[in-house]
């Protein structure tokens, strides 16, 4: 079974600070790859997403993500923290490559600080 | 614009009642479905449906159904609520494009509490 990883369930970092978001996942055939961002009392908003071609792949608000099939991760950047950056973040994966049946991970909710 | 909307954003209901939660999207897509949220938990499917009357169980189903009478809403019904069932409800909905490049499409999500 397919299973999707998110080291640190609360990440803080300081605005203008690199923002570092961990997503690993199990599966013997590489997933198609999602971010999600959900900003307070809202629903999930995707911020990018990994299906083939290049690995590094960029998304919405300045965030890409490096797909790294070695070591079986998708883990979300972005060089400058702002204060709105400041949400739960989820990886997803998907077998079936059309985004349905997606694996969620645990989440991430980013703290950005003055 | 794409949308995804949910009949209520909060909902307060007591133990044994039936729930009837609305999801309508307006971008003819073929799949809907439900996931419920949960901190430490993330996102868990709970049915989702490929066509109108049909549906399918996610991983975890069990205390729900699910109704799909038109292809532009997706029903979640709680038979008995429980208070077990308190937590935040999501429907999203998605159409079958060149294989990788479709997405989930979210609604603003139901907080539902079940006293």
């Known amino acids: 079974a397919q299973s999707v990883t998110q080291l640190g369930s609360h990440v803080s970092v300081s605005e203008g600070a690199l923002v570092l978001l961990r997503c690993n996942y199990s599966s013997s055939v590489p997933p198609y790859l999602f971010w999600y961002v959900q900003y307070p009392n809202q629903g999930l908003q995707l911020l990018l997403k990994y299906t083939t071609g290049a690995t590094l792949v960029k998304g919405i608000n300045g965030f890409e993500a490096e797909f790294k099939k070695s070591e079986t991760s998708f883990h979300l950047t972005k060089p400058s923290a702002h204060m709105s950056d400041a949400a739960e973040y989820f990886c997803a994966a998907s077998r079936t490559g059309t985004a349905s049946k997606l694996t969620f991970g645990t989440g991430t909710r980013l703290q950005v600080t003055l | 614009d794409v949308k995804v909307t949910q009949s209520s954003r909060y909902l307060v209901k007591r133990t044994g009642e039936k729930v009837f939660l609305e999801c309508v999207q307006d971008?003819?897509?073929?799949?809907m479905f439900w996931y419920r949220q949960d901190p430490g938990l993330g996102l868990r499917l709970i049915y989702f449906?490929?066509?109108?009357?049909?549906?399918e169980k996610g991983d975890i189903p069990e205390g729900y159904s699910v109704s799909r009478e038109k292809k532009e809403r997706f029903s979640l019904i709680l038979e008995s609520a429980s208070t077990n069932q308190t937590s935040m409800y999501l429907c999203?909905?998605?159409?079958?494009?060149?294989?990788?490049?479709?997405?989930?499409?979210f609604g603003p999500g139901t907080r539902l509490t079940v006293l």
């Open positions: 971008m003819d897509h073929e799949n």
């Open positions: 449906s490929y066509d109108v009357k049909m549906k």
């Open positions: 999203a909905s998605t159409t079958w494009i060149k294989q990788g490049e479709s997405e989930q499409f």
